[in-house]
């Protein structure tokens, strides 16, 4: 299995200017994700209240659990897989938002592997399943594509007054969105906010509806 690095390297040898964002995105410096109490975070929470946006969560908490062994879709003892708190965080996610007065549109999308599925089932209830939304080191020789795919699950107009809710995983979101959301900029649990433009996209901030004290990020490599 290549390492994750070495893919991200490939993928931008092989010169595929669509799998990059446009515009401020790609000028910001790394982001820090805001819970919804602090200035920033109740400005993304005011913008989405608006509607038009993405909303793309990584999956919940994961710390303490197996590293992923298999990356074989459907072999749950092969994955990384959601932490009790994982779970319980995950219970929130849609509550929260409601709470907040953000509305999701149907269906919310999610990734296959377990983590991103039950991250947002138990968040959202029925949700669609979609290759669309793999992990990248579960894409194999399909990796260029699930990358387009985010792109353009990122880039598509949202009609105003609801949000487009995808759930899945941190590193296709660099590779597409770049170093703003690298380090530990996203964290478990948290969503990107992005304005769709069409033909690209920007990265209005992350938002941690549901923080967990100390969490964020687990230690498999």
Known sequence: MPD?????LALLASGLPALRATGPAMAQARLVPH???TTEGA?????LRQGGLVMFF???????????????????PGQRNLSPEGRAQSARIGPRLA???????????AGPVFRAR????????????????????????????????HRRLFS???????????????????????DPVGGRAF????????????????????LDPVPLPGGGFHECG
């Open 187 to 206: 964290p478990e649990g948290a969503a990107l906010v992005l304005a769709p433009r069409g033909d690209g996209f920007e990265v209005l901030g992350i």
């Open 43 to 47: 400005a993304l929470v005011a913008r």
């Open 99 to 109: 709470e907040l007065g953000i509305a999701v549109a149907r269906p919310v999308l």
């Open 156 to 178: 598509a107009p949202v009609p105003p007054g609801t949000n487009r809710v995808l759930v899945g995983h941190r590193t296709p979101a660099i590779m597409v969105a770049g």
């Open 58 to 76: 990584r999956h919940a908490d994961t710390r303490g659990e197996n590293c992923d062994r298999s990356y074989r879709i459907g072999d749950r």
């Open 118 to 149: 039950d991250t947002a089932e138990l968040a959202f209830g029925v949700v669609e399943i979609t290759d669309s939304l793999l992990a990248d080191d579960y894409a194999g020789g399909r990796l260029g594509w699930v990358l387009a795919e």
């Open 35 to 37: 819970a919804a109490e």
């Open 4 to 8: 994750r690095r070495s893919l991200l």
